[in-house]
């Protein structure tokens, strides 16, 4: 396992944007999928966005719409922008690895908390 580490988190006013790097500290070229995934209070982890080695990309409903993910295998490095933030993308969000478009692969980061208030 890789122990993922995540960075540009924070507070964040409604209606603005975000951007999230994913470093694997490892910087050994990969191209296995990687993906952020968030957990809100009291809610369930969910998918957030994946990318796999080839570029193909998955998102889930509640962001696909304003969210962009992207990745450079040779730095083993991922980003996630998304805009038009509301209270709703309140979480902490995670970096994972080697899991599929679909389903989260076992290395983790330790996640980073996005406060979307005014």
């Known amino acids: 396992q890789v122990q993922l580490v995540e960075s540009g988190g924070g507070l964040v006013q409604p209606g603005g944007s975000l951007r999230l790097t994913c470093v694997d500290p490892e910087s050994v070229p990969r191209y296995f999928t990687m993906a952020w995934y968030r957990q809100a209070p009291g809610k369930q982890r969910e998918l957030v966005a994946g990318i796999d080695g080839s570029g193909e990309t998955n998102y889930g409903e509640s962001v696909r719409a304003r969210s962009k993910i992207s990745r450079d295998n040779v730095r083993s490095t991922i980003w996630l922008e998304m805009n038009y933030l509301s209270s709703e993308d309140t979480a902490v969000y995670y970096c994972?690895?080697?899991?599929?478009?679909?389903?989260?692969?076992?290395?983790w980061g330790q996640g980073i908390q996005v406060i979307v208030s005014s």
């Open positions: 994972n690895s080697f899991g599929s478009l679909n389903t989260p692969g076992p290395s």
